[in-house]
């Protein structure tokens, strides 16, 4: 059965063999002025010279982590709110929960053409694409089959790990929008330099 295009973002399955699945997140900021929103399962990074998150731009390098929801007071006033999705206005700095664990795996879909078999092992960048306030808030972002190589492109942001291995929507891996599970390959607690 041919696969039917279904983004929604990096949603986290597990781990790298050997790590303690402790699945707690880390809490970062936004600022309460961002005015883009930041959806479930999208790439996070650091703002440069700052100690805020924003969304990732298409295969950017060095990722902070995956969005998974934040904690807000509504412009005006009131009470904390939960949101899986960063809505865009605060009234003041928002609390952001990210998934950054270097051994975490994802699930994602491909762009368009099929990820294959052959893929495997390869590093791979992103499309941000554009997330859905309805239903959960979920991101747009898939992986970008046209940038899956190996060998010398170290700084991508992910490597694939493995195909979906179940049945029905994204299963099919010979035809476009499967799923793939990918882990990071440089994440800001998986490479040398410092993020300032």
Avoid at 3 to 31: E, K, M, W
Avoid at 107 to 123: F, H, W, Y
């Amino acid at each position: 059965m041919a696969n039917v295009q279904s983004a929604f973002g990096f949603r986290h399955v597990g781990f790298l063999s050997g790590a303690g699945p402790d699945y707690q997140l880390a809490t970062r900021l936004i600022q309460a002025t961002n005015t883009t929103k930041i959806f479930a399962g999208d790439p996070v990074v650091k703002q440069a010279g700052t100690q805020y998150i924003i969304q990732a731009s298409n295969n950017t390098t060095t990722l902070e982590g995956i969005f998974q929801g934040c904690v807000y007071i509504p412009v005006g006033g009131g009470i904390p709110q939960w949101s899986p999705f960063w809505p865009g206005s605060a009234a003041s700095d928002v609390t952001a929960y990210i998934l950054n664990a270097p051994n975490a795996l994802f699930l994602v879909a491909s762009l368009n053409t099929a990820i294959a078999s052959t893929n495997i092992g390869a590093n791979v960048g992103f499309s941000i694409g554009t997330g859905s306030t309805a239903g959960g808030g979920f991101s747009g972002a898939t992986i970008d089959q046209t940038t899956a190589t190996t060998g010398t492109t170290n700084t991508l942001p992910f490597q694939i790990y493995s195909l979906y291995q179940g049945v029905g929507n994204g299963s099919d891996p010979t035809t476009a929008y499967n799923w793939s599970v990918v882990t990071f390959n440089n994440q800001r607690f998986k490479q040398l330099t410092g993020v300032l």
